[in-house]
């Protein structure tokens, strides 16, 4: 029933910014915290940045906080992830999540290189 579906990713250089997508559908999204997830090959799965419902609160890990910027828009049901200052370290399938549901994208491929 719960859809996520990620997009934006792709191969891109460092710095600048990129901005990807996860188009939610199948629960009523703005009542839900919804975040963002990375993984790198080898790597653990690691909670990137995370957003409460209807936009209230948000929060960052120490590797991304003031680098990227999680934002939603309810009426589109899309939560949207800001990266800025890219970095190499920051390749990775980035994936969307509904915490309270368990429930997972297939995740877009972030990767930064000169």
């Known amino acids: 029933q719960v859809q996520l579906v990620e997009s934006g990713g792709g191969l891109v250089q460092p710095g600048g910014s990129l901005t990807l997508s996860c188009a939610a559908s199948g629960f009523t999204f703005r009542y839900y915290t919804m975040s963002w997830y990375r993984q790198a090959p080898g790597k653990e799965r690691e909670l990137v940045a995370r957003?409460?419902?209807?936009?209230?609160?948000?929060s960052y890990a120490d590797s991304v906080r003031g680098r990227f910027t999680i934002a939603r828009d309810n009426a589109k049901n899309t939560v949207y992830l800001q990266m800025n200052s890219r970095k190499p370290e920051d390749t990775a399938v980035y994936y969307c999540?509904?915490?309270?549901?368990?429930?997972w994208g297939q995740g877009t491929q972030v990767t930064v290189s000169s």
């Open positions: 999540n509904v915490p309270t549901r368990d429930s």
């Open positions: 957003i409460g419902q209807l936009g209230r609160g948000t």
